[in-house]
């Protein structure tokens, strides 16, 4: 995340409060373009009201596109932005969204959205939109552009940061599923999810593991404190993240206090753009504190990759990975 937050983060905060849960109106299983119509869903302390389903989407980044297209919203996309810019798309997701263009590599220009005159753009704070920026749900509104706000970057606009849970992720599927009338493929997905998050979180150890995570930095270490995405993965697969009482989403801590807690697992993100987990391993072998931790010592990193620790179905599949390794502390 370092690269798409961390030269934003002393933007000043909006005054929005946390995404509430999903209200909606109407039969809960109403198809695209059928009755059930109007809809109402929270959106990071405020409101949105859907007439009919949307027919032009945007959505920023590779988390919430993947979210967008296992609801099998492909036919409602026109654009897609952040991707290329920040990591490297595997080649399953090119065929997938076919024609589908990228707008732009980054955060997009408010020119970049409107050429493509969607009706909703789905992104986050710090996720293709800052504070005080060009893209924003207000500038948007203006052109008749409806925002649907990535829940988990709701954080960044609080003075309390909310611990994150799976919520997150299971809320903003639902509340997709609403806005797009397909509500009940969205509590099939949820409860597909649940179900393999039930298997996975299985009692690994009397203790929960330590396990920090490693975005990039050198100086300083990038890391996921408590309202950030990866404490829900790592609680929900038996461990903790020993940066979880750091009053913050993504951001800044020090090597001292990292290495204080020992932590007997490391997860290291794979942006699969640049310089990877072997140079973040390289720096952790390297510093003469970390290289010292349990984690460093025995060789315990978990490599993730960007979308597997922000919000979107490859949580699922993240959470057992990080399980899976916390099994096998001896």
Not at 314 to 322: Q, V
């Amino acid at each position: 995340m370092k690269a798409v937050l961390q030269s934003w983060l002393s933007s000043a905060s909006l005054l929005l409060a946390f995404a509430g849960p999903v209200a909606a109106a109407g039969p809960a299983g109403a198809g695209i373009g059928a009755s059930g119509f109007p809809v109402t869903v929270s959106n990071c302390g405020d409101t949105l009201r859907f007439d009919a389903p949307p027919q032009r989407l945007v959505v920023h980044d590779l988390n919430m596109t993947e979210i967008a297209l296992a609801l099998g919203l492909r036919p409602q996309l026109v654009g897609v932005t952040g991707i290329t810019g920040w990591y490297k798309s595997d080649a399953s997701l090119r065929e997938t969204l076919g024609d589908v263009p990228e707008l732009a590599p980054k955060y997009p220009t408010l020119e970049n959205l409107l050429a493509a005159r969607p009706d909703l753009f789905m992104a986050g704070w710090y996720y293709g939109m800052q504070p005080g920026g060009e893209v924003t749900p207000t500038t948007l509104a203006r052109h008749g552009i409806k925002t649907l706000v990535l829940t988990e970057s709701c954080a960044h606009t609080l003075r309390d940061k909310p611990r994150a849970t799976l919520d997150l992720l299971y809320g903003d599927m639902l509340r997709l599923g609403t806005v797009f009338g397909r509500r009940d493929a969205a509590e099939r997905l949820v409860a597909q999810w649940q179900a393999r998050v039930r298997a996975a979180a299985q009692p690994v150890l009397p203790a929960a593991p330590r396990v920090f995570v490693y975005d990039s930095g050198e100086d300083k270490p990038f890391t996921a404190g408590r309202a950030a995405m990866p404490t829900a993965l790592i609680d929900a697969a038996g461990g903790r993240n020993v940066m979880d009482g750091l009053p913050m989403s993504w951001g800044t801590a020090s090597w001292e206090a990292v290495a204080a807690s020992n932590p007997q697992f490391i997860v290291l993100l794979d942006y699969q753009n640049g310089q990877g987990p072997d140079h973040l391993r390289q720096v952790l072998q390297s510093h003469p504190a970390m290289r010292l931790t349990d984690a460093v010592r025995n060789g315990r990193f978990i490599p993730l990759r960007y979308a597997e620790l922000t919000p979107g179905p490859a949580n699922i599949g993240a959470i057992e990975k990080i399980a899976r390794a916390l099994r096998a502390l001896p």
